[in-house]
Each structure stands twice: as C-alpha cells, then as structure tokens.
C-alpha cells in the first residue's frame, strides 16, 4: 500500500491541521484502497509558543484588542505626535495609492450629478503645477534636489500623470488653497511608484521612499512653489509652509478613514496581532536553530510507513523545506515521490540558508545544483499569487533519476495570503498528482 504522508507548514495548529488533512484525504478518495493517507501534526509537540506570556513584548500585557475612536487618545493629546501620526498615515496611504486624499475629497465635491465636461477642466492649480520649477524660489530649490538626485525626468512624468487625471481636476475645481498639500502629495507619490529611467535614479527612489523627512521636505517645497505660482508671495517662509503643510488635514474629517487601517490603530492591538502572527515567524525561527529535530521525526515515520509500500511525502510550506532537508541528510529508503506547495526550499537554498546545502558566499556555483541520486521524484506547486512559492527546477536537478524537479503553476483563486493556504482545494493541482500517485501502487 502507498502512504501518502502529510508534512504542515509553519504556525498551522490543531484545527488548522486536521482541516488540511480532511481536504487532502477527501481529494485522494478514490485512489483508496491502494493509497492511504497520514499526517505529522509537528506543531503541536515541536511548534513555538510565548513560554513566559509575552514579557518580550512593549503594551502585550495591556494591548488586548480595545480599540478607542480619537487620534487624541492614542497620543496623550500631544499636539506634535497628533501631527506626526498624521504624516505617517498620510503616506502610508499615498504609498498603496498616489491619489489616496483625491478620492477622498473627490466623494464630496458633489453629491448629484456633475455637468458635462466637468473632469475636463484645467484648474488653476493644475496650471500652476505645470509652470517650470525656477519661477519660485522653493521650485529653484525642489529643482536642485531633484537633479542632485537624478530625477528631473522621473518628476516631469511624474506631474503628466497626475495633472492627466480626471479625479484631480474634479476636486480642483473647487479652489481651496488646503488642496494645494495634497497635490504636492500626490505629485510626490506618483513619482515614488513611478519606474525610474536610470539606475541612479532607482536609488534615489529608494532613498526617498525610506525617508519620511525628505518626503515632507520635497512635498512642502512643492507645496510652496505651487502657493507662490498662485497667490502672491506673502510674510510664509518656505520651510515654516513645509512645517505646516498638514495642519489643516488633523482636522479633515476624510483622514479617519485612513486612521482606521493604519499603523497606529495597531498599538492597541499588539497582543491580537502578535498571537496571530508569532506562531507562523517563530516556527521558522525555531526550524533554523532545532530543525533536526523534526527532520529526524519526518524520517522515522517516513521508514516506518515505507515497511508497509511506497511513500509520498505531500508537504506545505515549511514542512516543504523540512522534506527537503531531510531527503538530502537523510535520504529515508521507500520514499518513492515529494508533493511541495507553496514551499520556499528553493529560495532558501538560493540565500544559504538551508541546512541540508549551505551556500559559501563566493564564488557563486553554476546552476543547476545537483541533488543526490537518492533524491526521490519532485513535484512542486505554486500560484504566482502566494508570495512565499518558488520555483525548484532551476536550483536543482536530480542526476540518479535524471529527472529534475517538475513546477507546476496553478491559479488558486485568491489574492495573498488566503492563496498561500488554497492548494489541497484546487482540483488542478489533484490532477496532476493523481496519475503519478497511481503510478506508485503495487
């Protein structure tokens, strides 16, 4: 008889488990008699936990999920923590999308419906983003920093593209001089997720868009040269306008909607996210530093199942890495196939990190690398959705069989995470495995 044993990834628990086990044996029903399936539930004896209840952990004891409704709360009412928790959230969401604070605004420019040829005006704002940086002085500065940075191309793409959208118009229309901030914003925004045309310019990207400094400097002298192009020039300063570009935005009302799925909302919910969360990091963790022992485990059930036929090791995730390592160490006899989903060995081969096959940092070796001969049969899947698959058939090859790892890409249906955890659900991936699986069976 052939068993098919089952080897979970990392933070998957009990209930979690017994779930995956269903759905893999309901999946392979009707190969039975001639296949059986098993599972290794590592993570209850060898998978992590908090020993001493989080006392690692800054507000765990404290942070159990109550949530409060004002920025106020979470800041003591300081008015400079009020203002940086606002940049941060800002740009937070000018990160996901450059127009974030237009779509904002732009639900309340009009509750009916709009004239024709409304979205097709030129505001003046918009003219005054279009004039060259040098006619202000704050431009002239901006301007210096761009071409220190090698980014004057980038920029100049960077201000089509936002002037080119409908949503700014709409909302520019209304001339409110607060607009002027966000659209500096989502100037600076659009340049940051723009490709650059030269390598010098990549890193500068880079470099901005780690720095929230440099950020809020760029978008107040932007902010500044589109205030000087517009109005008059009056008693401000550049910089006392840079440091005062975002007090009208603590009062909008459309920032709270960013507040409710940024970053700070997080601090009151630490223990929340840290349980959901240190499971799945810390079983990594603990494979790195004790991984033998479950390598050794994998092996001894493996010899176990193979007195009886055949064995198919089916592994998820880390349990794909621990499969892995230990037919390289270990190469357990009967060990006829390995089934990996959504499994990182290959990339943690590439990036030395696995056990079983360090890496020297140099030279470089030539691809492919060769496993042992022992090296069972490998089929390895994985959606181009879950983040934390990877490809096996260029790392390795397999020289005693000859044949080299097969990857096979299936479309989960969902976005990452949730595609990560879909495999055992996709009939694609069941008819594949299946005829090799038959194969097997004496």
């Not at 290959?346 to 030279?363: D, H, Q, R, T």
Request: aromatic share 8%; glycine share 8%; hydrophobic share 40%.
């Amino acid at each position: 008889m052939t068993t098919v044993l089952f080897i979970h990834g990392t933070g998957t628990r009990e209930i979690a488990y017994r779930t995956a086990l269903s759905q893999i044996r309901e999946q392979l029903r009707d190969l039975q008699p001639g296949i059986r399936v098993e599972g290794f539930y590592w993570g209850g004896p060898l998978g992590t936990d908090l020993h001493f209840d989080g006392v690692s952990i800054p507000g765990y004891q404290t942070s159990r999920g109550v949530l409060t409704t004002d920025l106020a709360d979470e800041t003591g009412a300081d008015p400079t923590q009020v203002q940086a928790e606002i940049r941060s959230l800002i740009w937070e969401q000018l990160e996901r999308d450059p127009l974030f604070e237009f779509r904002q605004l732009g639900a309340a420019v009009s509750t009916g419906a709009l004239p024709p040829g409304f979205d097709q005006q030129w505001p003046e704002a918009l003219e005054a983003l279009q004039k060259p940086l040098a006619a202000t002085l704050s431009g002239q500065r901006l301007a210096v920093l761009l071409g220190d940075a090698h980014l004057d191309p980038e920029f100049r793409g960077a201000v089509e593209a936002v002037s080119e959208s409908p949503l700014v118009r709409t909302v520019l229309t209304a001339d409110v001089p607060r607009h002027l901030p966000v659209l500096a914003r989502a100037t600076l925004a659009t340049l940051l997720v723009l490709p650059a045309q030269t390598e010098a310019g990549s890193d500068a990207l880079d470099d901005l868009a780690l720095d929230p400094k440099k950020r809020d400097e760029w978008a107040g002298l932007l902010a500044e040269h589109l205030r000087d192009v517009r109005y008059p020039p009056d008693t401000r300063g550049v910089m006392d306008f840079a440091k005062h570009a975002f007090d009208d935005l603590v009062k909008a009302p459309f920032v709270w909607s960013a507040a409710h799925v940024a970053t700070w909302r997080a601090r009151k919910r630490r223990r929340s996210l840290t349980d959901g969360s240190s499971a799945a990091v810390g079983d990594i963790l603990w494979y790195q530093a004790h991984g033998r022992r479950l390598r050794d485990e994998i092996a001894r059930q493996a010899a176990g199942y193979a007195q009886e036929g055949p064995v198919v090791l089916l592994a998820h995730s880390l349990g794909g890495i621990a499969c892995v390592d230990t037919l390289i160490e270990q190469a357990p006899p009967g060990v006829k196939l390995l089934i990996t989903a959504g499994s990182q060995a290959p990339y943690f081969y590439e990036i030395g990190a696995l056990a079983s096959k360090p890496l020297l940092p140099a030279p470089r070796p030539p691809l492919p690398h060769a496993l042992p001969g022992s090296f069972p049969r490998w089929l390895n899947f994985h959606d181009p959705r879950d983040l934390l698959s990877y490809l096996a058939a260029p790392i390795f090859q397999t020289p005693g069989s000859s044949v080299p790892p097969a990857d096979h890409e299936l479309d989960n249906g969902c976005s990452f995470p949730g595609s990560h955890s879909a495999y055992w659900q996709n009939a694609a991936l069941w008819d594949i495995a299946k005829p090799v699986l038959r194969s097997l069976s004496p």
